[in-house]
């Protein structure tokens, strides 16, 4: 099977320029400005632009977390990912405490297994048991299976969090092997004081969930964790960004030259901590980890990926559904699982409220959620580029398209969307994995199961195969 794509505005991270590609298989085959060549199927992408995929490096499907699973599984998230425009995602397969990592990874085999995706998939480990079910030994061949970064928490007290010796041992170990460090960076211990506080003079509410994780709390785990890996040297990505005072040590960090990367969310660029005011069955949409922050944040945070102190957005999709699943946490803040969805959405809102908006170039956003991407976690250029040779992971994105976002619309199964209402110019026309096309306008083309595992290389490694 061949796709011509014709005079489409073809934007990289580092350049645009009106041109051709050709995808022969599942590889982009020729790139130039009028190829005359015989293809199974042309798009004409004429005033589209021509992009890499985007890769979602942060996703929670089917997991269980908080007392329920979250409610994607791996067909229905890879499909509303593919009508955002990523035609990749690395989720986090979790070693539940007592687990070894051979089993923690058999079981993430098979939700892959049973729900086929539609985009193709690849793995992070988190770890949160070094002591009864995870060897230091079997955490450093888990990158052997091209799962090549270790994720750890240092929130979630009682649950997944580990404690700082656990931080250091990963990080030794990934230093060895090659792995990305990957941190969710609050203090836990004190955010476990002040929920117990909070709850015991009786504030039920969903606005407590902000109040008793301040952004400092977030700023003191990102600069031990940056410390930390530093010392053991290894590399080290910080999740979920979502203050001024986790920026600061990132930035510091990177000024050094100290191998440290973040990455924030939507949820951190579009939403402040107000949302949380509201009744809990509106309120309670807005509980996810780290809180909506005070409205100043927003700024820091554009700023910093502006300069590059954050050099990737994801969405860190968590679903959980409002009408059952939240509703655990009715009378008890600390009850209401964490996580929020917004697979489908990235793109639509970067291009709309950066690109735009005149805070970024399309390249950039191209950049900032595809190519750098791919170059952190160990799957360029096979993935991130517009380059011949690279698995054909094209978007022929439209800029004029208007959508108006809405639960009613989204193929998540998630039962609300974080954007209610919002309207937004520019969406994916045409969605290409692998040289198939997957999505066309509203209509879902590939079947689930075209999607395939992501063998990632080890970090610093290229992926070309
Ligand atoms: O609230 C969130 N973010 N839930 C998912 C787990 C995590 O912390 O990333
Ligand atoms: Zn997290
Ligand atoms: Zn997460």
């Known amino acids: 099977m061949s ?38 199927q042309v798009i004409d992408a ?48 979790f070693q539940m405490p007592g687990q070894s990592f051979r089993a923690a990874l058999d079981t993430w085999y098979e939700k892959i297994d049973r729900c086929k995706p539609v985009i193709d998939v690849g ?17 450093a061949r888990v990158p052997d299976e091209g799962v090549t970064s270790y994720k750890v928490f240092m929130a979630y007290k009682g649950a997944v969090m580990v404690d700082d010796e656990t931080l250091f041992k990963t990080c030794r170990v990934a230093a060895e092997t090659g792995a990305l460090v990957m941190v969710h960076a609050e203090n836990g211990d004190v955010i476990d004081v002040l929920v117990k506080e909070a709850l015991a003079e009786g504030k039920t509410e969903p ?11 977030e700023g003191e785990a990102t600069n031990r964790a940056i410390q930390l890996a530093h010392l053991a040297g290894a590399p080290l990505y910080v999740v979920h960004v979502s203050c001024k005072e986790s920026i600061e040590p990132i930035a510091r960090a990177r000024q050094e030259g100290w ?34 922050r005070p409205k100043e944040n927003q700024e820091h945070l554009w700023d910093a990926l502006g300069s590059d102190v954050l050099s990737i957005v994801s969405t860190d999709h968590c679903p959980f559904r409002i009408k059952d699943q939240k509703t655990l946490g009715e009378g008890d803040f600390s009850k209401i699982p964490n996580g929020g ?26 950049e900032m959620t595809s190519t750098n991407v791919a170059k952190q976690f160990g799957l360029y250029p096979k993935k991130g580029a517009i380059a011949v040779g690279s698995d054909a992971d094209i978007v022929v994105w439209d800029p004029k398209r208007e959508l108006t976002i809405s639960a ?12 209610e209402g919002t309207e937004v110019t520019g969406s994916p026309a045409v969605v290409l994995v692998r040289g198939k096309v997957v999505v066309e306008g509203e209509s879902l083309v590939a079947k689930p199961g075209h999607g395939q595992f992501l063998k990632r290389a080890r970090f ?3 992926l070309t195969a």
């Not at 089917?62 to 035609?87: Q, R």
């Not at 793995?123 to 955490?139: C, N, V, Y």
């Not at 990367?261 to 509106?282: K, V």
């Not at 969805?341 to 639509?348: C, D, K, Q, S, V």
Request: a negative charge; one cysteine or more.
């Open 408 to 419: 009613a619309t989204q193929h998540s199964n998630v039962d609300y969307n974080l954007y």
């Open 259 to 292: 191998r440290v990367m973040g990455e924030t969310c939507p949820q951190y660029l579009f939403i402040d901590e107000t949302a949380l005011d509201a009744p809990f069955s509106e309120g309670a949409k807005y509980i996810y980890t780290p809180p909506p």
């Open 46 to 93: 004429t005033g589209k632009y021509v992009i890499p995929g985007a890769i979602d490096p942060h996703t929670h499907i089917e997991l269980p977390f908080g007392g329920t699973t979250t409610c994607d599984d791996f067909t229905s998230a890879t499909v509303a990912a593919a009508f955002g425009g990523t035609t990749s995602l690395v989720d986090f397969c």
């Open 3 to 40: 796709v011509l794509i014709k005079g489409g505005l073809i934007v990289t991270a580092a350049k645009e320029y009106i041109g051709d590609v050709f995808v022969d298989g599942e590889k982009i085959s020729l790139i130039g400005e009028s190829l005359d060549v015989a293809a199974d």
């Open 341 to 366: 969805p917004g697979i489908e959405n990235r793109m639509h809102l970067l291009h709309h409220f950066g690109v735009n908006a005149g805070r970024f170039s399309m390249s950039r956003l191209v």
């Open 123 to 139: 793995f992070h480990m988190a770890i949160t048991d070094l002591h009864d079910g995870g060897t230091l030994e079997d955490l």
């Open 460 to 462: 610093g490694e290229e």
């Open 207 to 217: 606005k407590w969930h902000a109040a008793t994780r301040p952004p400092i709390t």
